[in-house]
T-cell receptor, first 112, second 114 residues
């Protein structure tokens, strides 16, 4: 059974810092990995999706990497802003119709 | 193009009552999913469907039933609600298309069972 772990569970940093969120998964046979953002009481917003054959994806100040063989992904946020405060979720997908397996998330607070 | 919509947004039930949550998507996706999100547990898959008329169990299917009579709709039913089913329910749809494939999520339904 696939298990996804996110470290740290919570993180509070001053505005402007660069930061790294970590995600690990137990079964390397994944189809893709996705990072989501969730604001309090809201739904999920997809940030980045990395196919199993890719090493990284970038969108603006966000960069996600994938090391499938070691079962790890990182989400790098550059020049953090208070608006980045949210919970960040990592999820992996197996092949075919498999649903996503989610980590429990990292609760991020960016202090002004 | 509304994406994925969920009805209702909020609901309060008493133990033993029944209800149906509706998920609708207008992207012509074959695959649809129901997840629940609980504090400290992350999202967990309840049931899913790979096409009209098909359903399958996910990680936590007990106490729920589903139906996919039309491609665009995926219904989640609670026949006899229990307090343990208090949660936020998310529906998602998915089209596997290579570089752009992703699951699209609805806004969620907050269910409280008293």
């Amino acid at each position: 059974k696939q298990e996804v772990t996110q470290i740290p569970a919570a993180l509070s940093v001053p505005e402007g810092e660069n930061l790294v969120l970590n995600c690990s998964f137990t079964d390397s046979a994944i189809y893709n990995l996705q990072w989501f953002r969730q604001d309090p009481g809201k739904g999920l917003t997809s940030l980045l999706l990395i196919q199993s054959s890719q090493r990284e994806q970038t969108s603006g100040r966000l960069n996600a990497s994938l090391d499938k063989s070691s079962g790890r992904s990182t989400l790098y946020i550059a020049a953090s802003q208070p608006g980045d405060s949210a919970t960040y979720l990592c999820a992996v997908k197996g092949g075919g119709a498999d649903g996503l397996t989610f980590g429990k998330g990292t609760h991020l607070i960016i202090q002004p | 193009n509304a994406g994925v919509t969920q009805t209702p947004k909020f609901r309060v039930l008493k133990t033993g009552q029944s209800m149906t949550l509706l998920c609708a998507q207008d992207m012509n996706h074959e695959y649809m999913y129901w997840y629940r999100q609980d504090p400290g547990m992350g999202l967990r898959l309840i049931h899913y469907s790979v096409g009209e008329g098909t359903t399958a169990k996910g990680e936590v299917p007990d106490g729920y039933n589903v139906s996919r009579l039309k491609k665009q709709n995926f219904l989640l039913g609670l026949e006899s609600a229990a307090p343990s089913q208090t949660s936020v329910y998310f529906c998602a749809s998915y089209l596997q298309s290579g570089s752009t494939d992703t699951q699209y999520f609805g806004p969620g339904t907050r269910l409280t069972v008293l």
